[in-house]
């Protein structure tokens, strides 16, 4: 039988312990985000209206996830997902949550759940997706380390093999970085 006084389940010493891929860190960390905006909606703000909106775009993001990663570590990714989206609608609508609840395989009622609690750790964001440009089009996008130096994401830009194609047999005149978000490589 669970504990019912421990958050609905622990996900989070689960999932810190693997090597997670960037679309699953990205659902975690939307996952928890989401957790901490209807709380503080229902909790402070008294604001339902942006509560249901999170949810539901949480419940997109879970549902593009699931539509290309099949593997077992991905459901159980969606799976925290979707438990918190269910969680987190169970005040506003009780007994749609309840039958959903049993659906995911739970066999205690949505009742005897927990809120969901934030996990801090999936709220760090250690990479960012970079935009990379070759005259101020749109040539590649890769994700790189957050805290890489100027000079590192030069190498990253001019290392791409799109951005190659682009700048073979030219002249870099200069290369324009906004700090995370995008590298701009003019040539000539």
Same mark, same amino acid.
């Given at each position: 039988?669970?504990?019912?006084?421990?958050?609905?389940?622990?996900?989070?010493?689960?999932?810190? !312990?693997?090597?997670?891929?960037? !679309?699953?860190?990205?659902? &975690?960390?939307?996952?928890? +985000?989401? #957790?901490?905006?209807?709380?503080?909606?229902?909790?402070?703000?008294?604001?339902?209206?942006? $509560?249901?909106?999170?949810?539901?775009?949480?419940?997109?993001?879970?549902?593009?996830?699931?539509?290309?990663?099949?593997?077992?570590?991905? +459901?159980?990714?969606? =799976?925290?997902?979707?438990?918190?989206? #269910?969680?987190?609608?169970?005040?506003?609508?009780?007994?749609?949550?309840?039958?959903?609840?049993?659906?995911?395989?739970? /066999?205690?009622?949505?009742?005897?759940?927990?809120?969901?609690?934030?996990?801090?750790?999936?709220?760090?964001?250690?990479?960012?997706?970079?935009?990379?440009?070759?005259?101020?089009?749109? &040539?590649?996008?890769? =994700?790189?380390? @957050?805290?890489?130096? &100027?000079?590192?994401? !030069?190498?990253? $830009?001019?290392?791409?093999?799109?951005?190659? &194609?682009?700048?073979? /047999?030219?002249?870099?005149? @200069?290369?324009?970085?906004?700090?995370?978000?995008? #590298?701009?490589?003019?040539?000539?």
């Amino acid at each position: 039988m669970e504990n019912h006084n421990e958050p609905h389940r622990s996900f989070t010493s689960q999932f810190n !312990e693997l090597e997670l891929s960037f !679309e699953q860190e990205k659902l &975690r960390l939307k996952t928890h +985000q989401t #957790i901490q905006k209807v709380t503080d909606d229902f909790g402070r703000r008294h604001t339902f209206n942006t $509560a249901i909106a999170a949810t539901m775009e949480l419940l997109n993001s879970a549902n593009k996830f699931l539509e290309s990663n099949t593997k077992r570590s991905d +459901q159980e990714i969606a =799976q925290e997902a979707l438990e918190s989206v #269910i969680l987190m609608l169970a005040p506003i609508v009780p007994h749609l949550c309840h039958a959903l609840w049993k659906h995911l395989g739970h /066999g205690d009622s949505i009742l005897d759940a927990s809120w969901p609690s934030v996990d801090e750790s999936a709220l760090i964001e250690d990479s960012i997706l970079l935009v990379l440009q070759v005259n101020g089009k749109l &040539r590649d996008k890769t =994700q790189v380390a @957050k805290n890489l130096s &100027r000079e590192e994401l !030069e190498k990253v $830009a001019l290392s791409s093999k799109a951005v190659g &194609r682009f700048i073979e /047999g030219k002249k870099v005149q @200069k290369i324009i970085i906004v700090p995370g978000r995008l #590298i701009n490589v003019v040539v000539s």
